[in-house]
């Protein structure tokens, strides 16, 4: 059972699906209507000032999964799952931004309410329906992050700022409203953002830059270059994880980016491939099978 909505945007081309088989009693008509409630927010939203011509949006996949449902009020449990693509310069080919599952997502959900955010109030008069375009927001701040310091050096900073502003003021209600707070763990929206800011990890955003602006797209024009450029910044991210281990912004990262980063050390000659190897399977531990296989 899936609602699926897809519609054009400014800075977005956002294709959202809800999942609702496990919740039950329900008329399946809420469920359109939510999803085509958030497809809205994400698509006809304006996020930023700058205009972005058809071929610079950046795609979005986001999937809601609902989990449960309170049986008193219109209360959702859910996971969400949410890729995001840019467009690699004189190629057909997008390199992933972000491929994350967010298990720690609940909001209230009325049918026919317009979903609303104001960065000025992010939290409302109810915080149970004001974390759904908190969260939403907040994503959407980290992905266009991520796309602008993929084409300039900290281009993302006023992005990412705005992300943490939804995090120093989400909606609270007692501790039914997880993933905003430092003390729930070391992996939610609050690390995420914190780390992509913080000095320590200045190293991997430099990367992060150059792997797409001066790597990805020159592919096309100087193709060993640009994997050099991608291959030289492996030892940099191998040294920062050393020094912030099994940190939420490097498993971030290798979400996203371990098949990419695979196939370019592939093409690196077999001598020089084993220090890579080395160093990615120290870094992503879950994906160290997939390393390995190269060294074959």
């Not at 375009?133 to 796309?147: E, F, H, R, S």
Request: aromatic share 12%.
């Amino acid at each position: 059972m899936i609602a699926n909505t897809f519609c054009n945007a400014q800075e977005l081309v956002c294709k959202v699906k809800v999942m609702y088989s496990a919740i039950q009693n329900v008329d399946k008509q809420v469920f359109a209507t939510m999803e085509k409630a958030i497809s809205d927010f994400m698509n006809t939203r304006k996020w930023t000032n700058d205009e972005f011509a058809a071929n610079e949006r950046i795609d979005v996949n986001l999937m809601i999964n609902l989990t449960g449902k309170s049986a008193e009020e219109d209360l959702y449990f859910a996971t969400l799952s949410l890729q995001a693509a840019r467009p690699v310069y004189n190629t057909s080919y997008s390199s992933p931004l972000v491929n994350y599952l967010d298990k720690d997502f609940v909001f209230k959900y009325t049918q026919f309410n317009a979903i609303q955010f104001d960065e000025n109030r992010i939290s409302g008069s109810d915080p149970m329906a004001a974390n759904l375009p908190a969260v939403l927001a907040y994503y959407t701040y980290m992905i266009l992050g991520l796309d602008y310091d993929s084409f300039s050096q900290k281009g993302g900073e006023e992005m990412f700022k705005k992300a943490q502003n939804v995090v120093n003021n989400a909606p609270e209600q007692g501790k039914s409203i997880p993933g905003w707070k430092a003390v729930e763990g070391n992996k939610n929206r609050y690390w995420l953002v914190d780390q992509i800011l913080n000095p320590r990890f200045a190293d991997f955003r430099s990367y992060w830059y150059s792997m797409h602006r001066e790597g990805f797209d020159k592919m096309a024009q100087k193709p060993d270059e640009a994997k050099q450029k991608i291959l030289d910044g492996i030892s940099k991210l191998s040294q920062l994880n050393k020094e912030n281990p099994a940190s939420m912004l490097m498993q971030f990262f290798f979400a996203a980016k371990s098949s990419e980063l695979s196939k370019v050390v592939a093409t690196a000659p077999k001598m020089q491939r084993a220090t890579y190897v080395s160093q990615l399977s120290q870094m992503d531990v879950p994906n160290s099978a997939k390393y390995q296989l190269l060294n074959r």
